[in-house]
């Protein structure tokens, strides 16, 4: 047992400070920590590294400097390695009161802001949630809408990302023809 911390000491530089740390203790860190993230990461929620919330995102920094740490040498291995864990577990104890209780989840993840409804720009929840009406328009054209009046609700997520529904065209009466005893009807939607 003795033996394997010896060389886990020389080929990871356990005890020895940042500047101290020479290429291949420090590429070796790198491999250690990055097996070791994936591992803990992967016992989180699948969504924590997708388009999620403020709250996901603030995770990632914050692993992502822990970890950070090990590789480095700036803080020790070992408790840096325990550090990112307790942040997932932390984490993954949030989400799941989250899911339990609406008041919880509502006050770490924020909620959904409607910014249109039926065309109309809510310029109240815009001012809110920080949206111009040039980002409004700039999102509502990355989905595929071109104009407010297309729109039938657009709301901001959680996730800051926009949610669009198209408004359905009403169908009109355009044309009634009689051929031959066959009744003809053309239509046209908006």
Request: a positive charge; aromatic letters at 4%; glycine letters at 10%.
């Amino acid at each position: 047992m003795h033996d394997i911390e010896a060389v886990l000491r020389l080929t990871l530089g356990l005890g020895l400070e940042g500047k101290e740390l020479g290429t291949s203790q420090m590429a070796l860190r790198a491999v250690v920590v990055y097996v070791a993230t994936v591992l803990v990461v992967r016992l989180g929620k699948k969504r924590f590294m997708g388009r999620g919330s403020a709250f996901d995102v603030i995770l990632g920094i914050m692993l992502g400097s822990v970890v950070s740490r090990a590789i480095t040498g700036n803080a020790p291995f070992v408790p840096a390695l325990a550090a990112a864990a307790a942040l997932l577990a932390m984490h993954w104890l949030f989400s799941a009161l989250a899911v339990r209780s609406h008041l919880f989840g509502k006050a770490i993840k924020g909620e959904p802001r409607v910014l249109v409804r039926d065309g109309a720009p809510d310029r109240e929840a815009m001012r809110r949630a920080h949206v111009s009406e040039r980002d409004l328009r700039e999102d509502l054209r990355g989905a595929g809408v071109s104009s407010l009046e297309r729109v039938a609700e657009a709301r901001l997520e959680r996730s800051g990302r926009l949610s669009v529904i198209e408004a359905r065209p009403e169908p009109r009466v355009v044309e009634v023809a009689v051929a031959e005893g066959v009744q003809t009807v053309r239509v046209e939607l908006g």
